[in-house]
């Protein structure tokens, strides 16, 4: 067990938390542009070959942009830019349409093979259909589907693309959510890289901030202060909605929610569901779990440690079943067999999902394998090496007839050849936290 000391040492809580990786080294610059760069030329191919599509256009504007502006490359766009990737023998050949402010930028970062602007002769949608006839694809994707990701097309948009590139070209149009999935599913070596460092910062503040509970003093809100504090102390941004972000809670199940001003006390297990943005683009998700003693206690009692260790169990018997190939509802029906064996009520969350550069990113689902649910969609997606996720081992009980208390032990992996790899040592002991 990690034991948490009065006075606590911070000695103790680094070597608790150490990883294998530097996670003191601050993430300065930026890393994007260039990785940009590698994910269009090293992956879209891949992707575009998986989903079958041999093109794809994405319409951007200025406000209220695409999701996926940023990893297209038109972020900045001012009026309606359409952004087209066609699937060419040697790879992809990009075309960006963009008015003459923007298109001067667009040609000096140099991403795209092709930057073209409007002029009195030719209107945005002549040069979009300019490079159609050329290239000729059979089928091409638009941001439309059912993640929301993916379905960045508005129905204004949709309308005016239609009637742009008129009804030959509008009758190969398909949804891009199969080639979004692909391609944004994987992560290149060096996103790994610093997704690994993220994991063992926010796996380490999290332990560090049990350091300063004071039970029946210190609230859920007093913890969550905490761990924002490190997070501006660093510069780093949240993993997703900050109203959520630490979800700290000692108390009843809560879900995805705010911190209360619940104090906590003896006998709570303190869950802090916690992630963090670097470099603006990769965010994690991890779990970390503390158990309060009681005055003169030096471990928690039978009951409270079996929950744990069942709870561990799911986690290590999902971990056991990623591999390539294994969809996610194989990794799903793992962890919740070891739940039924070990007697955990049943609970709604799936076991986990995948993460990069939102918490909740696209790939497969870790889900599925609930009584009384048929698999199917994300369920059924296979793993490939390079997908990251953070996913849950589940125990559940009833501390009374109408609440539910839930262990889950939610960690970061990233799939290999072989299998799956921890991002960051995964919790072995809870965090003890002594009564004064």
């Known amino acids: 067990m990690i034991r948490l000391p009065v006075p606590f040492a911070a000695a103790v809580l680094l070597a608790a938390c150490s990883a294998p990786t530097p996670v003191d080294r601050p993430f300065t610059g930026d890393p994007w542009p260039d990785i940009r760069a590698e994910r269009i030329l090293t992956l879209l191919p891949e992707a575009m070959d998986r989903a079958g599509v041999d093109a794809w256009i994405v319409v951007c504007r200025e406000n209220d942009n695409d999701p996926l502006a940023r990893h297209v490359g038109c972020e900045n766009a001012g009026g309606e830019a359409p952004f087209l990737f066609f699937r060419t023998e040697p790879g992809i050949f990009s075309v960006a349409v963009s008015g003459p402010g923007e298109a001067t930028a667009l040609a000096e970062i140099g991403l795209h093979d092709e930057v073209v602007v409007p002029s009195d002769g030719k209107g945005t949608w002549d040069l979009v259909r300019d490079a159609l006839d050329r290239f000729a694809p059979d089928s091409i994707a638009v941001n439309s589907g059912g993640s929301p990701i993916a379905d960045g097309l508005s129905h204004s948009q949709r309308l005016r693309l239609e009637s742009g590139i008129g009804p030959d070209w509008s009758r190969r149009l398909v949804s891009s959510e199969p080639l979004v ?166 609970v709604p ?88």
């Open 181 to 346: 999935v692909e391609w944004l599913g994987v992560k290149t070596p060096a996103e790994v890289e610093i997704l690994r460092r993220a994991a063992a910062l926010t796996a380490r503040w999290q332990v560090e901030a049990y350091a300063t509970v004071v039970p029946g003093v210190t609230t859920d809100r007093d913890l969550a202060d905490v761990l924002e504090a490190r997070m501006a102390e660093a510069g780093v941004g949240d993993g997703w909605a900050p109203a959520q972000n630490p979800a700290v809670n000692s108390g009843k199940d809560r879900g995805h929610s705010h911190p209360t001003d619940r104090v906590i006390r003896p006998g709570d297990f303190i869950q802090t569901d916690f992630g963090i943005m670097v470099h603006g683009t990769w965010v994690t998700d991890i779990q970390r779990f503390a158990y309060v003693l009681a005055p003169g206690e030096t471990g928690p009692p039978a009951e409270a440690l079996a929950r744990w260790e069942a709870a561990k169990r799911g986690s290590r018997a999902a971990f056991g079943a990623m591999r390539p190939g294994a969809t996610g509802y194989d990794v799903d029906l793992a962890q919740r067999t070891v739940m039924e064996e070990e007697g955990s009520l049943p």
């Open 349 to 436: 969350w799936s076991t986990g999902h995948p993460v990069g550069y939102w918490a909740h990113d696209v790939g497969p689902s870790l889900g599925g394998a609930a009584r009384g649910r048929t698999p199917g969609g994300a369920q059924l997606r296979t793993l490939r090496p390079g997908m990251t996720f953070a996913f849950d081992g589940f125990f559940a009980w009833a501390p009374d007839d109408s609440t539910t208390k839930t262990i889950s032990v939610e960690e970061m992996v990233v799939i290999t050849p072989d299998g799956a790899e921890w991002l960051t040592p995964p919790q072995e002991d809870l965090v003890l936290i002594p009564s004064r």
